[in-house]
């Protein structure tokens, strides 16, 4: 494959890397204001999860893959995977809270959703927003 025959993929994962920042910043600030506030972890990491997934839905679906109009399908397909990559995430994030504490799970947060997004990326490439 040539250099010209990549700038598509690389210019679609540069704008998915950017607006996964944008999405984890609001999802792991949610989640560390909401569990610091005494809301359980899991319950934290939803809501985190639901405000990330609020923005990234319309700005990954217009934006990084360049879809004019978002329809039900894509709505639909984003929602199953997202359930999936929510519970996969939940689990990760309560299991280092219920072994080292809330700190790390803080700590351990923004890790976890950075190697969740590289399958998210994938998904979202070749199913969501086909």
Do not use: C
């Amino acid at each position: 494959m040539t250099v010209r025959a990549w700038l598509p993929h690389l210019r679609q994962g540069g704008l998915y890397v950017l607006v996964g920042f944008a999405q984890l910043a609001l999802d792991t600030g949610v989640f560390i204001g909401a569990s610091a506030l005494g809301v359980p972890v899991v319950a934290s990491n939803v809501a985190g999860r639901v405000a990330g997934a609020t923005l990234g839905f319309w700005l990954n679906g217009r934006l990084t893959f360049g879809k004019q109009r978002l329809d039900r399908g894509h709505a639909l397909r984003f929602a199953l995977s997202w359930v999936v990559v929510t519970v996969l995430s939940t689990v990760l994030v309560d299991a280092v809270h219920a072994r080292l504490g809330l700190h790390r799970a803080w700590l351990a947060k923004p890790i976890v959703e950075g190697f969740l997004a590289v399958l998210s990326f994938l998904v979202s490439k070749h199913w969501i927003y086909r």
